[in-house]
């Protein structure tokens, strides 16, 4: 089984700070790790993703995450937020197998003040 | 190339009532996921099909909810006498591989 932690259902920042968000998780293979970025009353649209090769992933819009297998973790960081980053962030895991159910963690709200 | 659709993209339903979300994968995609996400909750799955065929339903209550993907047309998850704890958004993703495209969500309403 497979599970998804992510800690602080909100998270704020100034304009211009580092956003980190927080993923961990839990899974008995290898995963394949994403991160989607939900704005209101929209679908999910894919950040970025881990499936192979290097720890270090970069997305869209400037946001990064890095795979670390010994902590189990998925943090998702961007060096400086934008108003436009106001928005809810999932993070989510399925097995190493293509054709995958996503397992998803409960959510985080950015919220990004002037 | 037009991304997932769903329809209606608000429902209303009174209990007892029946609800019909209709989905329609991106082009070229032929397996369907279909999501149940509740306020203050992350998205849960509910079921998995390819054309005609059910892969997995292991997140699908045992009652009242069914789901299928024919031949021809759009995936249709179906929720019969409708209870206030259906009320949730509904989102579908289509695949071709490992990456799961979302469309925007159907949100039911039970009165």
């Known amino acids: 089984a497979q599970s998804v932690t992510q800690l602080g259902s909100h998270v704020s920042v100034s304009e211009g700070a580092l956003v980190l968000l927080r993923c961990n998780y839990s899974s008995s293979v290898p995963p394949y790790l994403f991160w989607y970025v939900q704005y209101p009353n929209q679908g999910l649209q894919l950040l970025l993703k881990y499936t192979t090769g290097a720890t270090l992933v970069k997305g869209i819009n400037g946001f990064e995450a890095e795979f670390k297998k010994s902590e189990t973790s998925f943090h998702l960081t961007k060096p400086s937020a934008h108003m436009s980053d106001a928005a809810e962030y999932f993070c989510a895991v399925s097995l190493a197998s293509g054709y995958s159910t996503l397992t998803f963690g409960k959510g985080t709200m950015l919220l990004v003040s002037p | 190339n037009a991304g997932v659709m769903q329809n209606p993209r608000h429902l209303v339903r009174r209990r007892g009532q029946e609800a019909r979300l209709r989905c329609s994968p991106m082009?070229?995609?032929?397996?369907v996921y279909w999501y149940r996400q509740l306020p203050e909750e992350g998205l849960k799955f509910m079921v998995y099909?390819?054309?005609?065929?059910?892969?997995?339903e292991s997140g699908m209550p045992k009652e009242r909810f069914s789901a299928e993907f024919p031949k021809e047309g759009p995936s249709i998850l179906r929720i019969q006498q409708v209870v206030r704890g259906d009320s949730a958004a509904y989102f579908c993703?289509?695949?071709?591989?490992?990456?799961?495209?979302f469309g925007p969500g159907t949100r039911l309403t039970v009165t």
């Open positions: 993703a289509s695949s071709r591989a490992d990456e799961q495209y």
């Open positions: 082009k070229g995609h032929s397996h």
């Open positions: 099909l390819q054309k005609e065929n059910i892969i997995d």
